[in-house]
């Protein structure tokens, strides 16, 4: 089962996709994850990365691609990627030669109000990269992660002054993958403020008879 999340920065994809794989509904590739792994293991495309990173550079297609690649098999849900519709083309061929297609497409939507409260309160865990939310969904002490005691953080691509160029790279690059997807798979549309999103999902899953919702 291959699964594609969408949404804009601060929709609440990070936070979905890990409720997805904590429950075994589906194992989460993050591309963010995949690159700070790769740096961290110091190969050639690690360094490269890593170079690319520093200057202020964006990741290339070719470099994410070659990424993902790795990590595609049984259940998998795509987060943050792809994030433009070369990437999305990179994917179908690469799934197309596995003979696997995208099962579905969920879509996270949420207003703008909401998108910029979640991610100016956002904080990661620097070992495992748990998210939490000072505001919404906080860790049961302050500054430390539930999952593995390690330190939280604030990101600096989430300070509020980076949001809205975030917003608009999202706008232009991602957003037509919502009409490209439309054509071509199942699609799920889910509000991010809603109680249950994980349920509803799995719901769904199982309607497709994709998971048994467990
Ligand atoms: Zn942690």
Known sequence: ????????????KGTLAQALQTQKVARQISTGDLFRREIAAGTPLGKKIKEDLDAGKLMSDEETLALVAKEINDDVILDGYPRNLKQAGDLEDLLAKRNKKIDLVINLFADEPTIV??????VICSKCHAIFNTKYSPPRKTGTCDVCGGELVHRKEDEATTIAR??????????PLLKHYKQLCPMLEVDSRRENAIEYVKLHLAKLNLKSGQ
Do not use: F, H, Q
């Not at 975030?166 to 957003?175: F, G, P, Q, S, V």
């Open 166 to 175: 975030r917003i608009a790279i999202y706008e232009e690059k991602t957003k």
């Open 1 to 12: 089962m291959i699964l594609v999340l969408l949404g804009a920065p601060g929709s609440g």
């Open 117 to 122: 409260d979640r991610i100016i309160n956002r």
